[in-house]
């Protein structure tokens, strides 16, 4: 988005030659797809706390059937689980911060997944999905999709010529791959996944939450829909649940015709509360960005630590993707703790700043040992054969000073 979009969106159109010029995240995050003058002149986006609306009489309700009164400014709608102007002005920041045309809004990231792929896929589809991605994510398709018929190929996270192989021909219809990935942070080749799509006419779909609209845009490298869990850094205060889907206008609209049906809306105070959290979203990201770094860097050269998993350090396996397609590597930082589960644990329990939570992208550090938070049920062999081994930690850094958090993991690691 260049500022004259910016501007446009803004309603407030310059002929200053330097408006070809990126705005910034953080001019972005505050300022993306928002309408210059709203309701009342407020400068915040008014919560429109309603379940209905009304028409003033029967010519009035005619005219919006037939559509005579849409498009003129007026965000009316007929019924809340249609739409919600609150809920509108959040989808068009978000399309605006992903470079999309339009945004759908969901009640939940998992909502969004789930309501994207019912509303699209047939019975009788295929779809493909790389590995190491978020398990509930997998579940729904090798478990909830199944019983539709929908079939579900699991192809390992960079291996492409597998991706590519597994295409069926008339009967694959996406292609699904989050970047970065969870918890092991791996990263897709955005490209290269955009123009596989393209040429066997498959859709594809990142789940970009880990990166955020700051650090990747992947409609920009060829995608056609980003999915996020706005519960994470979108909201950035660990307090509401919601997710988005942005893409091209006439897709994202059929999604929104369907959510109406499936049901799945944010509900409008969670929608005002995302919109405030977005406007400092570039710069916790920034901040996460550079303390994840610091994190990453110091853990790597860390005594009792075995390997440190995160996009920004050369030893990662898609690190030269990431510095091309990314412009920052996260706020997640895995790593594996010299010692066995009960070394991990009691380094986790040593800690001060970061809470123990699943979860991710909040202003407060979070930390977890993923075999004893969402693999808890699961036996260290069956663990290992979903690849996550007993000392893995994941660590979601918020924005508490760098120097603070590296003194913090300093401590707690000396009793490994
Ligand atoms: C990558 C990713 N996608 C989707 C989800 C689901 O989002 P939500 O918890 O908002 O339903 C999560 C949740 O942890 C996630 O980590």
Known sequence: MTLHDLDKHLGNLSDDPSANKEPGGSTRSVHG???RRKAFNSLNTPIVQTATYTFGDTQELIDFMERKTWGDGDDREEYGRYGNPTVSAVE???????????????????????????SILPSGAHIIMTDDCYRRTRQFALTFLKRFGIETTVVPMGDYDAMEA????????????????????????????????????VLTLIDSTFATPINQRPLEWGIDFVVHSAT????GHNDLLAGVVVGKGDRIKALRDARGVLGGIVDPQNAYLLDRGIKTLGVRVDQQN???????????????IERVWYPGLPSHPEYRIAAAQMTGFGGVVSFEVAGDLKATSKFIDRLKIP???PSLGGVESLIEQ???????????????????????????????????????????????
Do not use: C
């Not at 996406?174 to 066997?200: C, Q």
């Not at 994470?232 to 909201?235: A, E, G, I, P, Q």
């Not at 550079?290 to 009792?304: G, N, P």
């Open 355 to 357: 809470y123990i939570a």
């Open 290 to 304: 550079r303390t994840a770094l610091a994190v990453a860097r110091f853990l790597e050269s860390h005594l009792h």
């Open 33 to 35: 797809g928002t309408k």
């Open 92 to 118: 068009r920041k978000l399309a605006a911060l992903d470079a999309g045309e339009d945004a759908v809004l969901y009640a939940s990231g998992m909502a969004a997944v789930t309501s994207i792929l019912l």
């Open 232 to 235: 994470k850094y979108l909201s």
């Open 166 to 201: 597994a295409i069926i021909p008339k009967k694959t219809r996406f292609i699904i791959s989050e970047s970065p990935t969870n918890p092991y942070l791996r990263v897709a080749d955005l490209e290269r996944i955009g123009r596989i799509g393209k040429k066997h006419r």
């Open 370 to 416: 993923p075999a004893l938070m969402s693999y808890y049920e699961k036996t260290t062999e069956e663990r290992l054969a979903l690849g996550i081994k007993d000392n893995l930690v994941r660590f979601a850094i918020g924005i508490e000073d760098t120097d603070d958090i590296l003194n913090d993991l300093d401590q707690a690691l000396s009793v490994v």
